[in-house]
């Protein structure tokens, strides 16, 4: 396991936590670790990649527009279940509301949370210490690859 990933103490622990520096390479290595844990979760490929796009826009704005946590660092974290989904991203970033911006055919940027809210059945914000944005997507039982097939 890379520096910087942890598991809870259980072997059961649906839950995955990476620590990245707070720089835009750290964007590809998550996805990257993320996408490869989906598939051995025997997750579909269009899960997979809705979820890896979720991911991605969240990790994105944090290092746009947030900042290092007091390690100087980004965690991104991610729980698989049964039939859902948490991906958690949280930065060092101040207070601030988000909201899904108005879709502009001008403007080229700002699209991240639209396309989160559009692929997420809910995402929220939490402002303990920095900034977490947290997405959660229910995929169901038949987004699983057949084990037997």
């Known amino acids: 396991m890379p520096a910087g990933t942890s598991h809870a103490a259980q072997d059961d622990d649906p839950c995955t936590t990476v620590q990245l520096p707070f720089d835009l390479s750290s964007a590809r290595t998550a996805r990257q670790m993320f996408a490869s844990e989906l598939l051995e979760h025997g997750l579909t ?17 944090s290092l746009e ?10 965690d991104v974290s ?18 601030t509301l988000l909201s899904p911006q108005e879709f502009s055919d001008v403007n080229l940027r700002g699209r991240g949370l639209i396309i989160v809210d559009h692929l997420c059945d809910s995402w929220y914000v939490d402002h303990d210490e920095g900034l977490r944005v947290t997405a959660e997507l229910h995929y169901g039982v038949e987004a699983k690859v057949s084990q037997h097939a």
Do not use: F, K, Q, Y
């Open 45 to 61: 490929r269009g899960v997979v990649d809705d979820a890896t796009l979720v991911l991605s826009e969240l990790v994105a704005n």
């Open 65 to 74: 527009h947030g900042a290092p946590n007091s390690r100087g660092l980004l």
């Open 78 to 95: 991610w729980c698989v279940d049964d039939e859902r989904l948490r991906i958690s991203v949280h930065d060092g970033g101040p207070r």
